[in-house]
């Protein structure tokens, strides 16, 4: 390993740029290739894809069932016996799968060190391709043998919920370079080897596809907020975009004024028995005056106390009054309909929410 | 990242490992091998005088292997087709290349196709239930249009299989007769446009006195030798081989070589060339070849 780093080294200038030494391991492998087909010109078909094209389309050259009694060659025009060239073909295209699969592992290793890094997906990286090429090499153009190979897959029954989509697109790429080599395309497994690491590269390094909301500058600040937004508390803010949009200035406003309707409510510090308040009533009205004077006399009514604690107003969004109340729970239900029924063209909308024992009742 | 000297010259490398300028010779140089040791084969099978020795077995492709019919054009040239859809293929059969493939069109058209008769520049598919698809070769790639017709063949026929051409007369073989003729080979010749057909019965008995093994002969395939007038038929289920005269007289009965595991087509050319395909059953499709036929 230490030799491979040394002429990786070399051939770079000692560059770290991961795209440089990538770029520098794949003209090796395309090097030995191309000394391989020259010195061995039957060992092209491993390469040409001849075999895939053979797959999907009909070969113009038909297969002569007289001249070997036995199955297509899987190498070219050679003089080797059919077994050798069955064991060269399957250790070329093993080999070439897994020297294809070697940098994906390692871009892999450095784009998913800080986070979500697994061993298992590293090794099944490399283990993969080659399985799936030994079995496209068994399976062939044989229907009977593809089907046979569904039938023992579903008995095998083995399933993996991978934690990030992320990886799965690693497997998927290893199941690809394995289909490759197996159909003895291994110019197409090394080219979708290359154009899937650079990608990734480019990817990870330029942080491409990043939430807009989440700004270099904000993001310290931002990820204490993130707490807010955990789907698995039923406590917590369920607008993610608006949690992650608030600035240190509008997050302390918030926070003041989360404070000061605590104090009205009451019963919060764990001294008071019994809250003044126990719901926020908001009302969206067309004016103010008119607002009010429809809602209070309903509250008056329904409610045992209420405060009107503010009055938001907002350009292009309607007028809201903000009502702290203590109502019955039993009239909780009636409160919004009361105030949608009180009527007149003012009320616009009315939305209440009431604080139980575990603070996450909406009526 | 500028595309820099080294890396146009890496790219300029893959794409050189990738391109192989010299395909096309390769094949025209194999398809001159081939020939070469095609005549010489048949003339040393000939001078033999083994007639259920093949000159030459071509493995057909995926798309044929469930070839269900053979037909020599005029020409010589061979025709084959899969048993779902109406796509024709053209074999040289001295060399075992696909020389072109084109199919019924403007769209896919399928059904379950069993037999191929070429007369001129007309080209006939059956169907099992009896139906003809008229049409006129394509070339290559081509989607031709066709139009069908229903040959006035009764209803004593359960199932058709083979069709070949005798003059203006095409010679429908019934591959499963109604039970109530007990097991006999039926052959209806129909001058193409008429409003009949003369059936031509080949009885059980005398099938059964021939080959005492085959409760009846299923044909598969059917198709005429030119120099005695006589049809030639092979049966799948029974992997048998009949000739027949004109009239329906049994000539040869015998069974198959071995290599043969589900007979679906059969075709003759005038200089004597005996073709039989063979659907993948447990092994790959394939098209026989043998110098002369079978005796």
Same mark, same amino acid.
């Given at each position: 390993?230490?030799?491979?780093?040394? *002429?990786?080294?070399?051939?770079?200038?000692?560059?770290?740029?991961? /795209?440089?030494?990538?770029?520098?391991?794949?003209?090796?492998?395309?090097?030995?290739?191309?000394?391989?087909?020259?010195?061995?010109?039957?060992?092209?078909?491993?390469?040409?894809?001849?075999?895939?094209?053979?797959?999907? /389309?009909?070969?113009?050259?038909?297969?002569?069932?007289?001249?070997?009694?036995?199955?297509?060659? *899987?190498?070219?025009?050679?003089?080797?016996?059919?077994?050798?060239?069955?064991?060269?073909?399957?250790? /070329?295209? *093993?080999?070439?799968?897994?020297?294809?699969?070697?940098? +994906?592992?390692?871009?892999?290793?450095?784009?998913?060190?800080?986070?979500?890094?697994?061993?298992?997906?590293?090794?099944?990286?490399?283990?993969?391709?080659?399985?799936?090429?030994?079995?496209?090499?068994? &399976?062939?153009?044989?229907?009977?043998?593809?089907?046979?190979?569904?039938?023992?897959?579903?008995?095998?029954?083995?399933?993996?919920?991978?934690?990030?989509?992320?990886?799965?697109?690693?497997?998927?790429?290893?199941?690809? /370079?394995?289909?490759?080599?197996?159909?003895?395309?291994?110019?197409?497994?090394?080219?979708?080897?290359?154009?899937?690491? &650079?990608?990734?590269?480019?990817?990870?390094?330029?942080?491409?596809?990043?939430?807009?909301?989440?700004?270099?500058?904000?993001?310290?600040?931002?990820?204490?907020?993130?707490?807010?937004?955990?789907?698995?508390?039923?406590?917590?803010?369920?607008?993610?975009?608006?949690?992650?949009?608030?600035?240190?200035?509008?997050?302390?406003?918030?926070?003041?004024?989360?404070?000061?309707?605590?104090?009205?409510?009451?019963?919060?510090?764990?001294?008071?028995?019994?809250?003044?308040?126990?719901?926020?009533?908001?009302?969206?009205?067309?004016?103010?005056?008119?607002?009010?004077?429809?809602?209070?006399? +309903?509250?008056?009514?329904?409610?045992?106390?209420?405060?009107?604690?503010?009055?938001?107003?907002?350009?292009?969004?309607?007028?809201?009054?903000?009502?702290?109340?203590?109502?019955?729970?039993?009239?909780?239900?009636?409160?919004?309909?009361?105030?949608?029924?009180?009527?007149?063209?003012?009320?616009?909308?009315?939305?209440?929410?009431?604080?139980?024992?575990?603070?996450?009742?909406?009526? | 990242?500028?595309?820099?000297?080294?890396?146009?010259?890496?790219?300029?490398?893959?794409?050189?490992?990738?391109?192989?300028?010299?395909?096309?010779?390769?094949?025209?140089?194999?398809?001159?091998?081939?020939?070469?040791?095609?005549?010489?084969?048949?003339?040393?099978?000939?001078?033999?005088?083994?007639?259920?020795?093949?000159?030459?077995?071509?493995?057909?492709?995926?798309?044929?292997?469930?070839?269900?019919?053979?037909?020599?054009?005029?020409?010589?040239?061979?025709?084959?087709?899969?048993?779902?859809?109406?796509?024709?293929?053209?074999?040289?059969?001295?060399?075992?290349?696909? &020389?072109?493939?084109?199919?019924?069109?403007?769209?896919?058209?399928?059904?379950?196709?069993?037999?191929?008769?070429?007369?001129?520049?007309?080209?006939?598919?059956?169907?099992?239930?009896?139906?003809?698809?008229?049409?006129?070769?394509?070339?290559?790639?081509?989607?031709?249009?066709?139009?069908?017709?229903?040959?006035?063949?009764?209803?004593?026929?359960?199932?058709?299989?083979?069709?070949?051409?005798?003059?203006?007369?095409?010679?429908?073989?019934?591959?499963?007769?109604?039970?109530?003729?007990?097991?006999?080979?039926?052959?209806?010749?129909?001058?193409?446009?008429?409003?009949?057909?003369?059936?031509?019965?080949?009885?059980?008995?005398?099938?059964?006195?021939?080959?005492?093994?085959?409760?009846?002969?299923?044909?598969?395939?059917?198709?005429?030798?030119?120099?005695?007038?006589?049809?030639?038929?092979?049966?799948?289920?029974?992997?048998?081989?009949?000739?027949?005269?004109?009239?329906?007289?049994?000539?040869?009965?015998?069974?198959?070589?071995?290599?043969?595991?589900?007979?679906?087509?059969?075709?003759?050319?005038?200089?004597? *060339?005996?073709?039989?395909?063979?659907?993948?059953?447990?092994?790959?499709?394939?098209?026989?070849?043998?110098?002369?036929?079978?005796?």
């Amino acid at each position: 390993m230490a030799f491979f780093t040394r *002429m990786m080294d070399l051939a770079t200038g000692g560059s770290e740029s991961p /795209v440089r030494r990538l770029l520098v391991y794949y003209a090796f492998l395309v090097l030995v290739t191309t000394v391989l087909v020259r010195v061995f010109p039957p060992a092209n078909v491993l390469f040409a894809g001849e075999r895939l094209e053979e797959a999907i /389309v009909i070969p113009q050259l038909l297969n002569d069932g007289l001249a070997s009694g036995t199955p297509l060659a *899987m190498l070219g025009e050679t003089d080797l016996s059919p077994r050798l060239q069955s064991v060269l073909t399957t250790f /070329v295209v *093993m080999i070439g799968a897994l020297f294809l699969m070697l940098p +994906v592992s390692w871009v892999y290793m450095a784009v998913r060190r800080s986070t979500g890094y697994a061993q298992s997906i590293v090794q099944t990286m490399l283990v993969l391709p080659i399985v799936v090429a030994g079995v496209v090499l068994v &399976v062939r153009n044989s229907l009977a043998l593809a089907f046979s190979l569904a039938a023992i897959m579903a008995g095998v029954r083995f399933r993996n919920n991978l934690r990030d989509p992320r990886d799965t697109v690693f497997i998927f790429l290893s199941i690809g /370079v394995g289909l490759a080599a197996g159909v003895q395309a291994l110019t197409i497994a090394a080219v979708l080897s290359l154009v899937f690491n &650079v990608l990734i590269l480019t990817i990870w390094r330029t942080n491409f596809g990043r939430s807009p909301l989440n700004l270099a500058p904000r993001a310290g600040w931002a990820e204490p907020l993130e707490t807010l937004i955990d789907t698995a508390d039923a406590r917590a803010i369920p607008d993610r975009d608006l949690v992650l949009s608030l600035t240190p200035e509008k997050a302390d406003a918030l926070a003041e004024r989360f404070a000061r309707v605590r104090d009205m409510l009451g019963g919060g510090d764990g001294k008071s028995k019994k809250p003044r308040y126990n719901g926020v009533l908001k009302v969206t009205v067309s004016d103010e005056a008119a607002g009010r004077a429809a809602v209070e006399p +309903v509250l008056k009514e329904l409610t045992k106390r209420y405060h009107l604690d503010g009055v938001e107003t907002a350009e292009g969004r309607p007028l809201a009054l903000y009502y702290l109340v203590r109502v019955r729970k039993k009239a909780a239900d009636d409160v919004v309909s009361a105030i949608l029924g009180c009527g007149g063209d003012a009320i616009q909308g009315a939305e209440f929410e009431i604080a139980t024992k575990d603070d996450a009742t909406r009526p | 990242m500028p595309p820099g000297p080294r890396y146009t010259s890496f790219v300029v490398l893959l794409l050189a490992a990738a391109c192989d300028p010299d395909r096309g010779a390769q094949l025209e140089r194999t398809a001159a091998e081939r020939e070469a040791a095609f005549a010489e084969r048949t003339t040393e099978v000939r001078a033999a005088g083994v007639a259920d020795r093949p000159v030459a077995r071509w493995e057909l492709p995926g798309a044929l292997s469930e070839v269900s019919g053979l037909a020599i054009a005029p020409d010589g040239r061979l025709f084959a087709h899969g048993d779902e859809t109406g796509d024709l293929f053209e074999i040289d059969y001295r060399s075992g290349i696909v &020389v072109k493939r084109f199919s019924l069109g403007p769209d896919d058209v399928t059904a379950d196709f069993e037999a191929l008769a070429i007369r001129g520049s007309t080209f006939w598919l059956l169907t099992s239930r009896g139906r003809l698809y008229e049409f006129e070769e394509g070339r290559n790639g081509e989607r031709v249009p066709y139009r069908t017709a229903e040959p006035p063949v009764g209803e004593d026929c359960e199932e058709f299989e083979g069709m070949t051409v005798d003059g203006d007369a095409l010679v429908i073989a019934c591959k499963k007769a109604r039970k109530a003729f007990g097991g006999a080979l039926h052959l209806y010749r129909w001058p193409v446009g008429s409003r009949s057909a003369e059936r031509i019965e080949v009885p059980a008995d005398s099938i059964r006195a021939r080959m005492p093994e085959w409760e009846e002969f299923s044909a598969s395939g059917i198709t005429r030798r030119d120099d005695t007038g006589t049809f030639i038929l092979v049966a799948g289920p029974e992997q048998g081989y009949l000739e027949v005269s004109a009239e329906g007289r049994i000539i040869v009965a015998r069974a198959l070589p071995a290599d043969h595991g589900q007979p679906e087509g059969v075709a003759w050319t005038s200089d004597g *060339m005996l073709f039989i395909a063979d659907e993948a059953t447990g092994r790959t499709a394939a098209v026989t070849i043998y110098p002369e036929p079978l005796r």
